[in-house]
């Protein structure tokens, strides 16, 4: 593994020289919040910082995406395929959880049916994940819960350890050693930058505060589908779909047609779309499999935590907590996990 | 690999009005590119996600049998945005087809063995696929015999009349039609699909019962079948579910941890049995 040193005050210099191949995205700063953004100032770059409101999953499955373009001319009609999906980029400061997000994501996308998303896996292997491990974790994190670390190196090309002043740069994958090697300005690290990191590395574990078990947790889902629990699960829920909108493994999707009439000309595009919503099912008939907030709830957590260890032997959720801090009722999904956890155990003590 | 979301253009050769309210109508399309229809290699019981480039895009089952060579066919009600702008298309008009899609009826498993298809209403589109392909003198000797009941609210809503009157006259399938309340000039049965299930007591030996219809006749066909001996293994269902990509990407099909769009739609009654009940 090679070791390098990626002095702070040379982010500038590394957008430069990266900036004219790659799309460069970094975190920014918008409106209050951290966001993803394609840098075009590389002054913009924030360093300082927890994470995003909303994951860089929005880089390559972005909220609203083209999926063709096409031209109306009477009763023919002529398509265009999309040409940008070629484009290189690298996401710069992506954080071990959402870094796994992808990596579920490129599991969905290519798992069912006969065709991948080759929209999101051209661009996913287009990509360069450059991520920078949680030196502090928040009260909201636990993707120790779920397999993860705030260091885990998996799911990116590059590593980066934050040292203070300067980035521990570690290349994990052959994409990533390609990658660094053309960096040839970037100092050697020494070894006491390695054990430096290794210690934050520690240090950032032992700081987590929720650990949940969720060894076999399907087992214990499958069998309660029709349990009460629910209910009292879903009754404070609201349907706004925060939890999945920001969600950095969900990737349901609406289809549209956006038509400029004037113009004879359009495009059809796929937008986010939630399993929390009502219409998300409802039937043309007016039939709707999941009519109620319960089997919508059922459903966002069956889904990460039943049908993903089905599908693909893995749960389908990386700890970010976003939608612990952002669920405008308090819905924290490690309560409703340890609820689920427990319906054995009160049940003995019932019985 | 293309990208799958982009369609396959075709253009509308006929269309035929199926029923008298008018809200169900046929679409035959032919490909504007030989090289499509080639690659569009589809069995009964398969769909296709359909659209009209700038109004939307919508997954209906094929209607045609592959048997039926030169184009395809789909029977579409108009029901919602869509399935509207389907009804308002004209001959000539340019269809975008992606598919076919799904797993359709399992003709390699079905051969040998006797048929009954029980089908009611509009949901017939994928049956009409299925018995015009076994009908075909190519593929005839492979199947026993085939039993098709075919139900309906009145006459006006009976569809595929052309087809239909075609197999009465042959005598290697035994069809029996029925509508709901007795009508003038109707000679054929009168009742519910159950009822008639029932009057006609098809034999589960060998055999295996492919059911299409609203939810309220398979669940009450069903139960027939079952006082009658089938087992759920021998019952074959088609399930609707609301999609958008047909590929099993956009997610909300999805049945448990399965997608009616891949997995399905045709699902056996064991199979439905094993999964939770929200479809």
């Known amino acids: ?351 | 690999m293309p990208n799958p979301y982009i369609p396959m253009l075709t253009k509308v050769k006929n269309i035929v009005s199926e029923n008298k309210v008018n809200d169900i109508k046929t679409i035959e399309l032919e490909f504007k590119n030989q090289e499509d229809y080639k690659a569009f290699n589809y069995i009964p019981g398969q769909f296709a996600e359909i659209s009209l480039i700038g109004k939307g895009e919508c997954p209906i089952g094929i209607a045609s049998s592959p048997t039926e060579e030169g184009s395809i066919k789909f029977t579409i009600k108009k029901m919602g945005t869509v399935t509207s702008e389907f009804h308002n298309c004209e001959v000539g008009d340019t269809v975008g087809v992606r598919g076919p899609c799904g797993n359709g009826w399992p003709m390699e498993d079905l051969k040998g063995k006797n048929l009954v298809v029980i089908g009611g209403g509009f949901a017939f589109s994928t049956l009409r696929s299925l018995v015009l392909y076994v009908l075909d003198e190519k593929y005839r000797k492979d199947f026993g015999d085939i039993t098709v009941i075919y139900g309906n609210r009145d006459s006006g809503e009976v569809l595929y009349g052309d087809v239909l009157e075609e197999w009465e006259k042959r005598d290697d399938i035994n069809v029996v039609l029925t509508i709901d309340r007795e009508e003038e000039d109707w000679t054929r049965e009168v009742g519910f699909v159950a009822a008639i299930v029932k009057k006609v007591a098809p034999s589960p030996d060998n055999a295996v019962a492919v059911v299409c219809g609203p939810p309220i006749m398979i669940r009450t066909a069903v139960a027939e079948l079952e006082q009658l001996g089938w087992k759920d293994y021998q019952i074959l269902n088609s399930l609707e579910m609301r999609m958008k990509c047909g590929i099993g990407k956009c997610g909300r099909c999805n049945i448990g941890n399965k997608y009616v769009c891949v997995d399905g739609p045709v699902f056996s009654l064991e199979e439905l049995k094993k999964l939770p009940n929200e479809y």
């Not at chain 1, 991948?116 to 974790?137: Q, V, Y």
């Not at chain 1, 999904?333 to 155990?345: C, G, H, M, Q, V």
């Open chain 1, 1 to 351: 593994m090679d070791q390098k040193i990626l002095m702070k005050n040379e982010i500038g210099k590394l957008y430069i020289e990266l900036a004219e191949e790659y799309n460069f995205y970094a975190p920014v700063k918008e409106k209050g919040n951290i966001v993803f953004k394609k840098i075009l100032n590389p002054d913009d770059i924030v360093l300082e910082y927890f994470n995003s409101k909303v994951p860089p999953k929005e880089v390559l499955f972005p909220e609203m995406e083209v999926l063709f373009e096409y031209s109306l001319d009477g009763k023919d009609v002529e398509i265009q395929d999309r040409q940008d999906l070629d484009e290189k980029n690298v996401i710069f400061g992506i954080r071990p959880c959402d870094a796994h997000g992808f990596a579920l994501m490129a599991t969905f996308f290519t798992a069912h049916g006969d065709c991948e998303d080759e929209i999101f896996m051209k661009k996913r292997a287009n990509t360069i994940l450059m991520g920078i491990g949680c030196n502090e974790p928040k009260s909201t994190c636990f993707c120790t819960s779920l397999g993860g670390h705030p260091f885990q190196k998996d799911d990116l090309d590059v590593m980066l350890t934050d040292l203070g002043e300067k980035y521990l740069v570690e290349t994990i994958s052959e994409k990533g050693k390609t990658f660094i090697q053309k960096l040839k300005w970037l100092a050697d690290a020494k070894k006491k930058d390695v054990q430096q990191a290794q210690e934050l590395s520690k240090k950032s574990e032992e700081s987590f505060v929720t650990k949940l078990d969720l060894t076999d947790i399907d087992k214990i889902l499958d069998p309660n589908f029709e349990h009460p629990i629910w209910k009292e699960i879903s009754d404070i829920c609201i349907s706004c779909g925060t939890c999945s909108y920001l969600c950095p493994t969900c990737t349901c999707f609406d289809v549209i047609d956006e038509t400029d009439e004037y113009n004879n000309r359009g495009r059809r595009i796929r937008i986010w779309d939630t399993c929390q919503s009502c219409l998300y099912t409802l039937h043309t008939s007016g039939h709707n499999p999941r009519n109620s907030c319960i089997e919508r709830c059922r459903n966002r957590i069956m889904h990460k935590f039943s049908y993903y260890p089905k599908n693909y032997d893995q749960i389908g959720c990386v700890g970010c907590g976003r939608c612990v801090q952002l669920c405008p009722v308090n819905n924290d999904i490690r309560a409703i996990l340890t609820k689920i956890k427990n319906i054995e155990k009160e049940e003995e003590i019932s019985a």
